[in-house]
């Protein structure tokens, strides 16, 4: 389905039985009246002023007051403001531009809001040298989507077309993605198509953006009811946006498990369809990865065998794995990957819960991954990020809890392990400051429900209420923010000169971005991990005590703060010591 040619200020309404547009001008509003055609589109009726910046809304029915138009670009006084159409046209300085592909990349998380002392898109340029230095190719931005308040991690967005005012808005977006292609570096938007956020959200007032039921979030967005096709274009288009208006490289589809869609051809079947079509006129890669907990490789597997077309989907088993080795942690559902067994099965076969019963979830989970013929860049995994961190009790990172041997080692297994590794901003220096969970809702009684479902979720976790920290206090937005004095210094320095190290050995050895599951194979004795890449070996002592492992006659390419000694084909670690050899 395409969309019909539209003019700037049409809008699908078609629950209200009069809707007109309320255009700001000298002194007051003008109202210009609107008509209806059969499919519930409204158009003006009369003149509006097209040139330069555009204040309008949609009076509805007997509202007085006007509300946003569901498709705004900007809403520079907030999300219950008027919107503004700008007609000013941006000089891109990218055409020469051919894109990144996700194959052989190295994703970089990023919250605009905290990356930097200033939080908008602009500081965030002047950074962008750090992530070519540590060998990135992708930046992964959380939402930019506008929401009501000041700071918020993004996931609260109920203006999905418009860029969040406090970051700089949609010019300020432009220059951060030229810029980043500027630097050879491609841009990953993280999007939330399955809810919208608890204040600000008009949609209903125009039309059924929404159907019976919830997820997690919020009310199902409606995907396959009455009058859904609008809903889907609506969604379809957002998706274009960033693609062409924004030139984005790729799109990070938050939670697509709460898509509940029935119809013949799903949402996600749909939006890789479109992206395909797109990315073959642009003749760039255009990419999309989705974050799913189904454990199911159907999102990904070709269209023509079966599946959704997508290009990639999140792995948190390999996190989970990651996690208890490294921390020994194991409440909640950290248990079942206690094992350091576990590690080894989410290596060579992609998940740990592929069929197998989840004491967490109390019933079995997951798919097995075709490893004869999926590509293990598919997944795209992290010993950190926004959720793993963020979701945390007092958003505490590893750096809190464990040496920097066992942080190099996070940083070993996921940049040399076999899938896309995705770093999250500040884990590359062992960043001191925290990265919690943070919201600023204008409204009390919001705060106080947000405030309160934090310490009911974490109960199945097993964490303390009381450490539990106050998503609507500001300083808990204030201590997320990154320090970046800290990266010269100390132990900062010696866990980023690491992952630099382990950058460039990921750019210069074909082994370490080999596709190939039959590739991978692992060992597991006592607390020692050992795993082969091709003829490279990956050792790491998950154990308190030094290990001995007999390796052959090998050189050492790459080892932990503390050292490794290899002699006469043994190579000696410390405990939670790890190696690269070759």
């Not at 941006?90 to 809001?113: F, K, N």
């Not at 992964?140 to 077309?161: R, S």
């Not at 942690?329 to 079942?336: F, L, P």
Request: hydrophobic residues 35%; glycine residues 10%.
């Amino acid at each position: 389905m395409t969309t019909p040619s539209r003019g700037p200020f049409d809008v699908w309404a078609p629950r209200p039985q009069r809707v007109r547009l309320s255009v700001a001008v000298p002194g007051g509003q003008g109202v210009v009246d609107m008509t209806r055609d059969a499919d519930g589109w409204w158009t003006p009726a009369g003149p509006v002023p097209t040139d330069g910046p555009v204040d309008y809304g949609y009076l509805v029915d007997d509202d007085p007051d006007p509300r946003p138009d569901p498709r705004s670009r900007r809403q520079p006084d907030g999300v219950h403001g008027l919107s503004r159409r700008d007609t000013t046209t941006y000089e891109w300085g990218d055409a020469a531009w051919t894109g990144r592909q996700l194959a052989g990349s190295v994703i970089y998380e990023l919250h605009v809001g905290t990356f930097t002392p200033a939080g908008t898109l602009d500081s965030a340029i002047e950074r962008l040298d750090h992530l070519v230095d540590l060998g990135v190719d992708l930046v992964e931005v959380m939402p930019v989507n506008a929401f009501n308040g000041t700071h918020n991690w993004g996931y609260d967005g109920v203006a999905w077309f418009a860029v969040h005012e406090q970051y700089g808005g949609p010019d300020a977006y432009k220059r951060f993605v030229d810029a980043c292609h500027a630097a050879g570096l491609g841009v990953v938007q993280d999007v939330v198509h399955n809810h919208l956020g608890p204040s600000g959200n008009y949609l209903p007032v125009f039309g059924p953006y929404l159907k019976a039921g919830r997820n997690t979030w919020g009310d199902l967005v409606n995907l396959d009811g009455e009058d859904s096709d609008e809903v889907r274009r609506y969604i379809l288009d957002n998706v274009r946006m960033w693609f062409e208006d924004y030139h984005v490289d790729a799109l990070r589809l938050d939670a697509v498990h709460a898509l509940h869609d029935t119809s013949e051809v799903h949402l996600l079947e749909e939006m890789a369809i479109e992206t395909a079509a797109l990315s073959a006129h642009l003749r760039r890669p255009l990419t999309l990865i989705a974050e799913s907990d189904l454990n199911d490789t159907r999102l990904v597997r070709p269209r023509e065998a079966g599946g959704y077309g997508l290009d990639a989907q999140w792995s948190d088993d390999f996190h989970h794995a990651v996690h208890v080795a490294l921390s020994g942690e194991t409440t909640g559902y950290y248990a079942d990957f206690e094992p350091l067994e576990a590690l080894a099965k989410v290596c060579e076969r992609g998940f740990f819960h592929d069929g197998t019963f989840s004491s967490f979830r109390e019933r079995d989970h997951g798919a097995p991954v075709d490893t004869e013929h999926m590509p293990t860049w598919r997944l795209v995994v992290a010993n950190q990020n926004h959720d793993q961190v963020g979701n945390r009790a007092r958003g505490d990172r590893l750096a809190e809890h464990l040496d920097d041997d066992q942080l190099a080692c996070g940083a070993l297994l996921t940049l040399a392990g076999p899938f896309t590794p995705m770093l999250f901003m500040g884990e590359e220096w062992a960043a001191s400051t925290p990265f919690a969970f943070f919201t600023s809702h204008p409204e009390p009684e919001l705060g106080k429900a947000t405030a309160d479902g934090r310490i009911a979720e974490f109960e199945r976790m097993g964490w303390d209420p009381d450490e539990v920290l106050d998503p609507q206090d500001v300083e808990t937005f204030r201590r997320s923010k990154l320090d970046w004095d800290e990266l010269a210094t100390g132990r900062h320095a010696v866990v980023l000169d690491c992952y630099r190290r382990l950058g460039r050995l990921r750019r210069e050895l074909p082994q370490l971005t080999d596709p190939a599951f039959d590739a991978v194979s692992c060992t597991v004795e006592g607390r020692l991990f050992t795993m082969r890449r091709g003829d490279l070996l990956v050792v790491v002592n998950a154990g308190d005590e030094p290990v001995t492992a007999e390796v052959g006659e090998r050189e050492v390419l790459f080892d932990t703060p503390s050292g490794s000694a290899l002699e006469g084909g043994t190579l000696a670690l410390p405990p939670h010591g790890g190696a690269l050899l070759r």
